[in-house]
């Protein structure tokens, strides 16, 4: 059964590539194309029938609800890995995220069950999958997982043009469970099923998705790739887009090095190949560190595998269920 399911996310690998998952980006929801008119504003149009809501620059997210904090942004890096800027910051921000595929990008805000707060970057995966690094979700080697999870797709600074989604279910690797290893630091999170009262809470049937492939060391090599995600910087607005994009200079068994500039907050963004000429979108990295190079873990076999996995069957645990002490909630 699981295997007639997967068909319909499976697509055939060309040239230089080992297995691939579709890739799903509408231009609009539920059918039909807008027209490039010179001075049209398309947020307006993509975005209605959901439920946008305005944020205010100093909300971040507290403990069940959105409430207001002192801290400043560059205080909160302490709560986001180490990344690293190369030389010149060509970064540029994301100015209209209502379209594909920056819509398909989410900040996730994480209150952990230690009281401890954590941002990062997912990416819609499948239908009711986002995916994002192991490790803004849970340390199981220091006792700390996530108690409740909140998705902005496409955040632009205090506009959440689709709603934000809460969810308490997601997943980490089968080797991120123990002492992590190389090429683990990857999980998932549920977009919960809609009830009567959260009918329009945005999903990858409205908003699209990434496609994920395997590919071999010669395709990877000197890839063209690009990514984006939600900096945590003084000079930046907290929930704005980033983009950056630049080659692969190294290809190893389980990750990606790259000088594509990244920072704090930009843990589980998708590095992915763009295909113009067949519009697809396939991820082939998932950015988890900030170094001299910036890298991260590789699509492999083992990779796609699971995160398959999550796109048939969305995760339903939590930190209790990988053994996660309650005492901290």
């Known amino acids: 059964m699981e295997e007639l399911a997967a068909n319909k996310f499976l697509c055939e690998p060309r040239d230089g590539w080992k297995t691939q998952s579709a890739c799903r980006m509408l231009e609009t929801n539920d059918g039909g194309c807008l027209e490039a008119v010179e001075g049209f504003r398309p947020q307006r149009a993509l975005t209605e029938t959901f439920r946008p809501a305005r944020i205010p620059s100093s909300a971040f997210y507290g403990y ?7 801290r400043k942004t560059s205080d909160l890096a302490a ?46 995966a499948g239908p009711r999958t986002v995916v994002t690094a192991a490790h803004c979700l849970a340390e199981p080697v220091k006792d ?18 689709y709603g934000f989604i809460k969810s308490k279910h ?19 999170i549920t977009i919960p099923l ?64 790259y000088m594509i500039d990244t920072e704090g907050g930009h843990s589980g ?19 988890t560190t900030g170094y001299y190079p910036n890298r991260g873990i590789r699509i492999v076999g083992q990779t796609f595998r699971e995160i398959l996995g999550w796109i048939l069957n969305p995760p339903t645990s939590n930190a209790k269920t990988y053994g996660i002490s309650s005492a901290a909630y």
């Open 170 to 188: 997601w997943a980490i690797s089968k080797a991120w469970r123990g002492r992590p290893t190389p090429g683990a630091d990857f999980g998932a």
């Open 79 to 124: 709560d986001a890995r180490l990344e690293t800027v190369h030389g010149l910051d060509d970064r540029v921000i994301v100015k209209d995220t209502s379209r594909p595929p920056w819509r398909c990008i989410v900040q996730i805000i994480t209150q952990m069950n230690n009281g401890e707060m954590r941002y990062g970057t997912g990416w819609l």
């Open 194 to 257: 809609k009830t009567k009262n959260e009918d329009l809470w945005p999903t990858g049937e409205e908003l699209g998705w990434f496609g994920i492939g395997v590919a071999e060391d010669k395709t990877l090599d000197r890839m063209l790739v690009n990514t984006a995600g939600y900096p945590l910087e003084r000079e930046k607005p907290f929930g704005s887009l980033w983009f950056n994009a630049g080659r692969i200079n190294k290809v190893e068994s389980h990750e990606l090095h």
């Open 144 to 161: 700390i997982g996530a108690e409740e999870i909140t998705m902005v797709p496409g955040r632009n600074d205090e506009v959440a043009p």
């Open 269 to 287: 963004s998708p590095v992915f190949f763009y295909d113009q000429t067949r519009e697809e979108r396939i991820v082939v990295g998932i950015h």
């Open 64 to 70: 069940g609800a959105w409430s207001v904090s002192s």
